[in-house]
């Protein structure tokens, strides 16, 4: 490089590495969270800011549809417990902009790293952007469910997204959810070294054909055949024609032995070494997640004894609020119906709240609500009020009369912020469900009434 | 009085929400005391198509639309659309309205064959049309609003004489030129409207199946049902969908309703 340019690229990154800082200070002090604005100023001033601030990191990639953040904040505390200090984009800005502010909160004033690793969710349509400027040690890919039509598209243009994202760092080690059919035809695409994991069980309310988003094979189009299915599509995949199947995984749940609110009891299994784990988290996608996030941190190094993840956290928070709130990230039809799953095993008079917003990033489409099972809440005799909330909760109330909740038990909720802060005095366990905009507001507010959590934590 | 619903391809075509159409239908009918039965004919079923009232398609990934061509080749084709000349009522969503046409043809000008029931045709566009939109739907189908989700990348062409469902009052229809939105013909109702289109708009659903009543038992009236719920849904929808849609999509203009 001549000497010139090379001295104006050196200006460029120290003079995006200030704004950058100074603007993320700025906001921060405002009392607004990691947002988007900071990265996309240093991405002005200087486009190849992050392979600077990226360089030497030892980096691990989390996409997929659903269950990012979770296996993200799985593989940070294994990380945290094993001894290595790493840094993420925890607030789920996980869009090119979050990411690059992210790597420059985490670099000195000329852009170079100041921690060895990192965790970084990242969004499957940045994928493609994130990876021509970094090369991860590690790629975990979690599933592909149809998810926000309008602005993802089929399930099959997820895919070649990730895979052309992926073509980039032959060299990366990609940790693939064995069980999906989508996922797992990477490894047969591309050169990468591979490990995957999944779960070696069926479970007890066995997924319907019309649940799945991937009947049909990949390759060759016929039907698969399954030799036992989790949910969605997710299964001990075989094609009777072509002969794709799944691959045996390294590292698996053998046997869900309970499973409950607030954990799981597994029978994990890596690489044949059996023992028994508890999972803090409830719900079998949380199974795979854990999974997920435990054969990152093999691939990573972290030794066998330390392959732990502890603490309840993420998108399904618990706050001392009331008689407990309980907030529950919801984006699209396989996430809602495991949390009915997850609903209908509890054995108390509870409460829920649906708020289902249509900004952009919850997606302008709310016809996803109609694909969710909420018939089986009409069953649910321990389930007392829906209080139904958000831009589009018209919508909302319509799809769960219709699903056969008796309209008393259905309240429309106008002003959200004055019903979270009245649950203080709310008579049952509250179980929230919004979408992600509707999210980030009511985590706010109830963050700031429990006096245990902090917001930007 | 009893209408028979077949839910065709529902392990296919079960993308977008559509569905909710089946729900809709069969509770608005079991809400006014009428006896109603859903049957589902997955790929590989043929049902015996005499003994159905109405035949709902919905939209569905184009990935599995090979699949599914393949089936109807096997002879169903022939079945649906003897079942539209006899005035069987149908309810086509998006991809599934696609296929009652002569064919689809791509960028590169290959035409993939479809039904044929019905004189229209459909070509692939440079840009997807997305969003909320709203129509009225002609005369004859009643003349009601209708407010949807449109996702799609193909323009659909009536022939001349071929009625569409509808006028675009907001959004694309068709092919975003002609302001045209689905088509009409015999008791065929096709959109390209997800929302699902029917539960908020429940003036159409009721539209739809007093056709198949008729045809079946004659002359008949729906007696009104609470639809509070409904009207809240379709109303907000309307408001979403006037503002901001010419900026957002940069769709043909707007007219307040």
Redesign the interface.
Known sequence: MHNGTSMKTKVRVVFAVAVCKLLRGFLHFLGRGGTNLPGKFALKICPEILSVAATGVRTIVVSGTNGKTTTCRLIEQGLNSAGVPCFANRSGANLLPGIVAEFIANANRNGMPSKAVSVIECDEATLKAVLSFITPEIVVLTNIF?DQ??RYG???HTLEKLSSAIEKTPNTLLCLNADDSLVASIAQALPNPCVFYGINAATESAPS??H?DA??CICC?Q?YAYTHRTYGHLGSFRCPNCGYKRSEPQISVDRIIETNRSKSIVDLNIRGQHTLQTIPLPALYNIYNYLAAISALDAFGVPEKDLKCVGAFGRMEHFSIGKGIALILVKNPAGFTQVIEYLSDIKEEYDLMCCLN?QEVDG????????VPFEKLSQENDLKTVFVAG??K??M???L???GLD?SKLQLVANTAQFIRETTKHPRPLFIVPTYTAMMQIRKQLAGMDSKKAFWE | MELKICHLY???L???????NV??MK?RLQWRGIDVSVA?A??GETPSFSEFDVFFLGGG????Q??LLDDLHMGKDKNLISAIEDGKTFLAICGGYQMLGNYYQNAAGHRCEFLGAIDFYTRSAEKRM???YLFRCVPSCGGSEVVG?E?HSGKTYLSSGVQPLGEVLCGFGNNAEDRTEGVHYKNVFGTYS???VL??NPELCDFILQTALERKYGKCELPPLDDR??Q??H???IG?TTKGKIKRHNARSCQKP
């Open positions: 149809r039509l309008d089929e399930v099959t054909d019309t799945s009947l049909y189009k039907r249509d302008t489409d709310i016809s996803w609500i109609w694909d831009t589009r018209e919508e109330y319509l799809r009369k219709h699903a309209e | 529902p392990d296919v079960n993308l977008y929400g559509d569905t909710g729900i809709c509770n589902n997955p790929i990934q184009d990935f599995e090979e699949v997305i969003g909320n989700f996702n997800h929302g699902p539960p908020k719920a409904e809240a849904a109303t907000v929808a979403i």
